[in-house]
Structure formats: C-alpha cells, structure tokens
C-alpha cells in the first residue's frame, strides 16, 4: 500500500493532468515512493500501477528506463558519482577510488550499516563544478578534493 | 487523394496517409519488421528507410506521410545503403545461427538479411544476452537474445488485446521484453503475437521443435469453436496438426485467430480420442467393427421405434458439428418418425421456437461491428465467450463509441463501456424493460405503423421504475447513429430467453439499431438453418430440454458430452441413465463411457469434410487436413450409412458437399436469416426478488452461469497447453465480499454448493463487483457438472 503522505503528494500531481490521463503522474509518484523507502520495489510499482489504473508493466517501463531511480535497495544516503566525460577529465576516477576506499563499497552496493550507497552516474549538467556527485539524487556536490568529501561524509554520518 | 511517385511509378493515395501505405498500393516492397498495418507506428526498427526527393537524409516510409508531388526511391542507392546499414546494426546482436533456430524458414529477419545483410558479420566481439523469461505455456521466450525490439508484441496488447502485459523494461543495449515479474500473459489472443513476432523471440510453446516450416504442408480450415468462424490454416506433418495459424480475411478474423482457435489442436492427438467403435457387453466395452457397431445401433433404433414409437428416440448434437452433420441428424431422426432433434444443448427457454421468422443470427455483417458507435451487450461474457467480436468492438468504442452493458457479471472488457447494469440474472428482464420504457418516454409512444413495437405489451411497461443507470443506457443508444443490440450466450441460455431478445428487439427498434445474437458455437445459426430443431419441419418434437425432462428410450449424441455440454447435466446425466439405448458418436472417450451402449468415433473438424454457418450467416466449407484417427471417420458419413440400414430415402450421398447444396438449395442464406419474432407478447414483468427488496433466505442464491473459454467444447477441454493457462483454472464459487461475510466464509475457503440436492465443493472467492445474491458457478468442467441448471438457485453453506 502506498502511504497516505504518498496518496496526498500523488493526489497534487494529478491536478496537473486531465483527469483521464491519470499516468501522466507515474514519474512523480515514483519519485515519492524513492523519496520515502529509498527504493522502488515491484510491489510498489503495481500499487502505483493501481493507484494510476495504468497497466503494472508500464510503470516498470517507466522504472527501468531511468538512471535514478533505486531499483533495489540502496544506503539512507545515495552517492552518485558522475563519471561522464567532463568529470572524469577532472579527476572523477580519483573520486570514484576515495569514495570506494572510504566507505569500502563499490558502485552499486551499500555499506554494511545501511548508511551509505554508491552509484555510477551521468552528467548531471553541471560540468562548472566537476567532479562532482548528487546526495539522495536532491543535493549537488561540486568541486570534490579528499578534504571536501571528507568533510560531506562527516556531515552525512552525523546526521 | 495526393499523387506522389515511387521508383518512377505514379499512385495516388488518400491524405495523411504514408509512403508504406503508398508502396503498398504501387505493389512495391519497402522491407521492414516493426511496421503493420494493424498496429500504431513505431519507427523504431528503421528497416524501411527510403530515399525522398529533396529530404536531406532516408526517411522511415512507415512514419512519413505522403505528400502531394513526393518522389521516393526504394532502391536508389541511398536507400539500398540505409537499409544495408540499418541491417548490419540489426544483425550485430541478433544470433547468427539460423539452422538451430525454431522461426527458420519462416523469418522475415533472415528473409530480409538475404537481400539486405552482408555475407559476413564484420562485428566480432561479444553479443547480448537475454535471458529467458516465463510468460505462461502458450508463448515461448527461451530465445529472447534475438529480439530485435521492434514492440509489436507490446502493441499488440495494448492496441489489439485490449491489456498490456507485456513491455520493453531498461533501455538502449539493455532493453528486453518482458511481463510483470514473469506474470503470466493472460490475454485470450495471446498466439498472435507469435505470428507478429518478426523473429524467433517468441515461439509457440506447444509447437517448438516439432517440425520445421518446410516440412509443413498447409491445409486451410475453419474455427469449429466461437460463432465467428475464423479462417484457419492447419499446418500438417505426417498426417497431423502441428500447429494452426491465421488465414487472413478482412471480413471475418482480420490477420487474428483467438489461442482458443490456434492451441486446441493439442485435442486432435489426446489419448482420449476414440479410435475403434465399441459396444457394451456385460457391462464391458468391446471394440468391433463398424459394420457391427451400426447393424446394433439400427437394429437398436428400429426396435425402439417399433415397440415404443420413434418419438421416444431423441437426437442432440453440439453447435459445433458441422452444418453436414446437423442436417444428416435431423434427416434421419425426421426419416425415422421423430421430431426430437436439437442442437441448443444450453438453452433453457424455448419459447421463441416457432416464433422466429428466420434464423437467428448476428443481425450484421461482421466487419460492420467496427463502424457501430453504440452497443448494447446483453448477457455475455464477451471476451471469452467471443474474443475476436469483443477486439472489434474494442476497436469500435476506441473509435469513438460507446459500449453499455447488461449483465449479470462485471468481468473487465477491456475496454471503455459507458454504462453498465450488473443485476442478478432474476433482474435482467426488468432492466431491459427499465431501457425500452426510457427509449418510449424519450421519443413519445410509437405509433404503431413506424415501430415493431406490439401495442399490447406496453401496459407490462407501466408498473416498471427506471433507474438511472437504464436512463443513461437509453440516452447513449438513442444518441448513436449506428446502434447495435448484440444478445450474448448467457443472454441465450437464459431462462427467459424469449423475453430478453423480444425486449432487446423492441430497443434496437426504437432506436434504429442493429439487433442481433452473438453465435456460442460455429454453427450456433447453421444449425437452424440445417433444421437441426425440432420445429424445423412438418415432423415436429420436443426440444433439448424437454428430451430429459421426459425422458427417452433411445438417445442418439453427436458429439455432446451431456454431462458438460447441457443447460443441466444432473437431468442430462439421469435421463441417459435411465434410456434404453445411448449412442455417444464422439471424437473422444468421455463419461459416456458410463452411460452410453455404443461408442461410435467419429472425425474432428480436421479429419473431415463440411461447412460452417457463422453468425453473420456466412458459410465456410473446409476440406479434412488429415486421415481420421485409427478407424475414426467422418460424421456424415456414419450417418449416410444409418440412414441407409433403416431405410429411409434419400440418403445417398457421395460427398459432404452434396449434403451440403441439398440442404441449401432450400433458399438463399441471407434470406432465411431474420432475428424477429411474431406473436410476442410481454409478460407482465415482476421485480426479482432481490429488486423487490425482500431479503434473500440466508444461504440461498441465483446461480450466474459462465462455460469457461478453455472448457467450453469437447476439444479445447482436451488442449493440454491451453488447459495449463489461468483460463483453466478449477472452477471456483464466486460471491460478494458482503455475501461471504454474511456465510462466515473467507475467501479461499471451501464451500459446500448444493443444487437439485447435489452437493460439490468447491473454493469460494470474492467478486465485489458481482451483484449481491448471486453465487458465479462455472459449468463445462468436471468439478461442477453434478449440479443442476445453469440458472436457478442454489446453496452456499460451509464445507
């Protein structure tokens, strides 16, 4: 079942749409079950399938086609690391190392406390501040050097 | 109209129509795999790249609309260039083992990479892999790796089937087909994606690796199942079916045959079939010689008819014997003296009989389903009772019409229906009064010159409340410009028939529609035209039903396994037990083996010759594909004989063709089909109970009949494959959620349904779209078939 706080925010995209073109929302409302859960799993693609009265394969059309969304379970926190061409000219393999050797994970797994996920990602469209990374998909983090992700991670593991 | 030219060849074509549709009409081929004409375009296999005059680059010929003046080149050396190119892509990781593959032979891919693909790959590092995928037991997807992602399995179900169940998942390199988490595909046109398939990605399960294409020789046929009649073309090694695909014909099936259609062959080969006539012996069967078989069964009859009379021998036979067979029955039953023949075996309410001017039928060619823009569907379980006349009207109400509904249960259509009335079966009657009295308020009383409607019966009319629902009903149909009042077979099979289809006559009168009787079976309107009823001829009798409730001494059986096939299997079943003969003529071994005196085998519509009368009245005669089965042998045949052994005249056929024009020499088809009723007056129409208020006495229910698609006749219930899909699934008890709370039951308990003091149990299951009072029993399955009829009341206790 999809939480009430997920029914509300779906309901609000809705309003957007004519009223026969419910899976107009089917992004959103998939966003809003990653925002809460951390992932997506099939279970709520056929809730949100229901909910939108759209066929269950369609939302996992929907699902898979996209980078961002976590088709399994990932950290609390989800790194995605840019290694497209911009980032990696700036140094983004050294990222990717730091990251890995820090948190002792590689790209698609999660540290063995649940805290943290790492992913490979494209360019993000930010190529000013490479390399860089997104938190949780929401926050960008340009302009990385080990102190700067020392420091994010920090942050990260106290909050 | 535009003209534009191809490779120099001047067309004309209408507006916003494509450069595909254009090379069609010029008669040249544009080669491609995601294109067809059925289904939306995609342009994503990119195959069909042609040059155009002054377009900077190929362009797709199945996406780009012709203009006035266009000058396009398929061959030029641009185009030859693209498609070369476009191949070379679609080969890189596409399997190159054609041999092993199950579509060789038979692949447009191959075919196309012989014009277009180069003698060898120049790409040799590592090719995709995709895994296998479960999607049920009728598609195989063992060789997924040679996808080439053209979609039109996706399109297919959501354009053609009305469900999409299967999708494109990940993108780019790693996009695959597949279902929801290896859910089953459901659809009941399933199969046809396995022809849509351009490559060997989907397969038949059943047929995989049982032959290869050029080892079949091609035998065209007819569907013996749903009233359509689709086109069929039986694929045949060594004397068998190994598989049935669609013959394409516009005005019947289009290029779709249902899986009903396409699977049951996997019956032809059961180890049930029947392949020596036998004869009880001491309670024992022995297996003799046709000569033996038939002297015992005249022998029989003339005994019979001799020291009881001819009428009380009795003849039922399915509506899906062939028109040849239907009509040798009710010649030697009439020959003999006996009027007792039917083919109804599921209706319940004759009273219509004798009253009928013509042949019941579907009011309407078949292709003008598609032009209708109002529906009213009465009684039916559309989509599997009539998979493909449902995939037209979905094209119908996706054009733009409006589907509304009468019935008893709500399964999904899949499709948009406006309106629906889903009352007790008690109910329905009222209902389609409720729509007539809205239609009458609506255009002020007919006069009587302009409308069929009986003056008289309009007082019944008047103590009837419409609701809101019958009022929308009434407004749709009245505001379409070309209405059609279809009656399904639930409707038929109801035990106030007469009734609804009188009701349903006087609608589409009222509002100029279309009027007509959806067939249950392949010969469900050339069985009256056979004069396979007893009120046929001037030699008269008594119907399906009354030949068990007055039990007979002699019944003879073409084909009906009366256990499943009848309105009522516990009378049917009593009746023969009590007779004193039962001659089963039967492709298969089935109960009658209880009950029957003579087993007499008989061929399947591939070991023989005969005719098919749709529901729109058109006749299709097939040639048998193969030998009968050991000594099986045609119907008609058997029947020539009888009627030869017990003399009666004119029974001196040589082929089932001239069995065929003799019977219908009788008139012209189209003439003596006509859906109206003389002499029909409206009972006065009480509320069922339900309507009434009146609380039900607890545990009691109408009982809501569907025949299940995959149970429905004698040969599908023997398909193996197709008795493994979710269609076969035991029957269940089917209820409201309020009802079995009320019984103290949950869902997937076991429940004890009791009807004519018989009791089975069976599962129970909630359908909160069912309406209350109801309880949804299928019939045509073993687990049910010791309950009474398949309408009437019934109880529902705790196992």
């Known amino acids: ?109 999660v540290t063995a406390d649940g805290k943290f996920g790492l992913r490979e990602g494209e360019c993000m469209g930010a190529c000013m501040d490479a390399p860089l990374f997104t938190i949780n998909n929401k926050k960008l983090c340009g302009r990385l050097n080990h102190e700067k992700i020392d420091q994010i991670l920090a942050e990260l593991d106290k909050s | 109209m ?77 185009a030859i260039k693209a498609q070369k190119g476009v191949m070379e892509f679609l080969l890189i990781n596409h399997p190159l083992d054609c041999p092993i593959c199950d579509q060789g032979g038979e692949c447009q891919l191959q075919d196309i990479a012989v014009g277009y693909g180069g003698g060898a790959s120049r790409y040799t590092e590592e ?5 296998p995928k479960q999607i049920g037991e009728l598609i195989s997807t063992l060789e997924m790796s040679r996808c080439i992602q053209c979609t039109r399995c996706v399109r297919f179900g959501q354009e053609i089937a009305g469900q999409m169940e299967l999708g494109m998942a990940n993108r780019s390199e790693h996009a695959e087909i597949m279902s929801f988490v290896d859910s089953a595909v459901d659809s009941e046109l399933s199969g046809n994606m396995i022809d849509l398939c351009p490559v060997g990605a989907l397969t038949s399960k059943p047929f995989r690796y049982t032959a290869r294409s050029w080892e ?55 180890p049930e079939r029947l392949t020596k006539p036998m004869i009880r012996q001491d309670n024992k069967w022995i297996e003799v010689d046709w000569a033996v078989a038939l002297e015992y069964v005249a022998n029989g009859l003339r005994q019979i008819a001799g020291s009881a009379g001819a009428e009380y021998i009795a003849a039922l036979a399915t509506p899906h014997s062939t028109f040849e067979e239907l009509y040798l029955l009710q010649k030697l039953m009439r020959g003999i003296g006996s009027g007792n023949v039917d083919f109804r075996l599921r209706q319940s309410d004759f009273s219509s009989d004798g009253k009928l001017t013509g042949a019941p039928w579907l009011g309407m060619p078949v292709s003008e389903i598609n032009a209708c823009d109002r529906f009213l569907i009465v009684g039916s379980f559309l989509r599997k009772d009539h998979p493909l006349l449902a995939q037209r009207i979905r094209q119908a109400v996706k054009a733009g019409g409006e589907a ?123 069985g009256y035209l056979a004069g396979a009823v007893p009120f046929a001829a001037t030699v008269q009798g008594m119907n399906a039903a009354q030949m068990l409730e007055n039990p007979r001494k002699a019944y003879l059986l073409l084909n009906a396994e009366v256990e499943l096939d009848m309105h009522n299997p516990q009378l049917a079943i009593a009746a023969m037990r009590k007779a004193d003969m039962v001659v089963a003529m039967s492709a298969f071994k089935h109960q009658a083996m209880d009950y029957a005196d003579v087993l007499l085998p008989i061929a399947p519509f591939t070991e023989t010759s005969g005719t098919f009368v749709n529901a729109e009245g058109r006749a299709q005669s097939f040639k048998g594909a193969v030998k009968p089965l050991g000594d099986a042998r045609p119907a008609w045949k058997v029947l020539r004989v009888l009627g030869n052994l017990l003399d009666v005249a004119g029974f001196d056929y040589n082929t089932s063709e001239a069995v065929r024009d003799e019977c219908l020499s009788q008139g012209a088809l189209a003439d003596r089909l006509d859906n109206h009723m003389d002499d029909v007056e409206l009972q006065g129409i009480q509320p069922g109970p339900l309507l009434q208020g009146g609380e039900a006495q607890p545990g009691k229910f109408q009982r809501v009949t569907d025949v299940p698609i995959y149970f429905a006749d004698a040969l599908v219930r023997r398909a193996a494959s197709l008795q493994q899909t979710n269609d076969a699934a035991p029957p269940v008890a089917m209820l409201h959620g309020d009802e079995l709370q009320k019984l103290g039951l949950q869902s997937g308990d076991l429940a004890c349904v009791t009807q004519g003091g018989i009791s089975v149990q069976l599962t129970v299951k909630i359908d909160g779209k069912l309406p209350r009072g109801v309880v949804r029993v299928p019939a045509g399955h073993p687990a049910t078939s010791g309950l009474g009829a398949m309408f009437g009341e019934l109880t529902v206790e705790r196992a």
């Open chain 2, 127 to 131: 090719k995709r892999m995709v895994n």
């Open chain 2, 404 to 526: 509304n509904v009468v019935h008893a249960g709500d399964d999904d259509l899949l499709m948009k229906v406006a309106n629906k009335a889903i009352v007790a079966p008690a109910d329905m009657v009222n209902q389609l009064a409720q729509i007539l009295k809205a239609l009458i308020e609506d255009q002020g009383a007919p006069s009587t010159q302009s409308s069929v409607l009986n003056p008289q019966s309009l007082p019944a009319l008047q103590g009837i409340e419409i609701t809101d629902t019958a009022l929308s009903i009434a407004k749709s149909l009245a505001a379409g410009e070309r209405a059609a009042v279809l009656l399904g077979n639930f409707a038929q099979q109801h035990p106030q028939a007469g009734q609804l289809a009188w009701l349903a006559e006087q609608i589409a009168g009222l509002c100029s529609a279309k009027f007509g009787f959806l067939g249950e079976a392949a010969n469900s309107t050339g």
């Open chain 2, 216 to 270: 079949l020789s091609r035998r065209k046929s007819v569907s013996p199942h749903d009233g359509l009649g689709a086109n069929l073309a039986l694929h045949v090694k060594e004397n068998k079916v190994a598989r049935v695909v669609p013959v394409e014909n516009e005005a019947v099936n289009e290029c779709w045959i249902s899986d009903k259609d396409r699977f049951s062959y996997e019956g032809l080969n059961s």
């Open chain 1, 1 to 109: 079942m999809l939480s009430s706080l997920i029914q509300d925010q779906i309901n609000r995209e809705l309003k957007k749409y004519p009223v026969d073109q419910k899976q107009s929302a089917v992004m959103s409302a998939l966003r809003f079950v990653q925002d809460e859960k951390g992932w997506i799993s099939t279970d709520d693609m056929s809730d949100i399938a229901d909910y939108l009265n759209m066929p269950q394969i369609a939302v996992l059309e929907v699902a898979t086609f996209y980078h961002m969304y976590n088709l399994k379970p990932m950290g609390k926190t989800t790194i995605t690391v840019c290694t497209n061409l911009s980032c990696t000219l700036c140094g983004a393999e050294d990222t990717v190392a730091y990251l890995e050797s820090k948190l002792g994970i590689g790209f698609g797994e």
């Open chain 2, 2 to 78: 535009i003209n534009i030219e191809i490779d120099g060849k001047l067309v004309e074509t209408e507006r916003g129509s494509t450069v595909m549709d254009a090379a069609h009409k010029a008669g040249v081929y544009i080669p491609h795999f995601c294109y067809h004409k059925k289904l939306s375009i995609a342009a994503n296999c990119r195959m069909c790249l042609v040059e155009v005059e002054k377009a900077p680059k190929p362009l797709p010929a199945c996406a780009t609309p012709a203009a006035e003046g266009m000058k396009v080149h398929t061959h030029s050396e641009l």
